[in-house]
């Protein structure tokens, strides 16, 4: 087994402002629920659970399905629309 190292002389990360950033999200009570429910197993709280969450699925390249179009699928479909509307009528 190896000997504890003692941290009491550690030095904060000088480059953690550098690799993180604080925002603000405003959620709903039943998401926070959730949260905290997924988190009461592992003894973590609704905010550190919703972080390791949105972690892991940013690093398996998950992407949602939102079942809504995307700005470059609604771009195209204006597009689209505008040209039928453009066209002549045939005589």
């Not at 009570?29 to 959730?34: A, L």
């Not at 892991?56 to 390249?61: F, V």
């Amino acid at each position: 087994m190896t000997d504890p190292v003692d941290f009491s002389h550690a030095l904060p990360n000088p480059y953690f402002e550098k690799l993180s950033r604080e925002i603000t999200v405003r959620l709903d009570f039943r998401s926070i629920e959730y949260f905290q429910k997924l988190g009461e197993p592992y003894g973590l709280s609704a905010e550190e659970m919703m972080y390791r969450y949105l972690r892991h699925l940013a690093g398996s390249g998950y992407s949602a399905d939102l079942g809504i179009l995307t700005l470059d699928q609604r771009k195209q479909l204006e597009e689209s629309l505008a040209d039928e509307t453009n066209t002549p009528a045939d005589a």
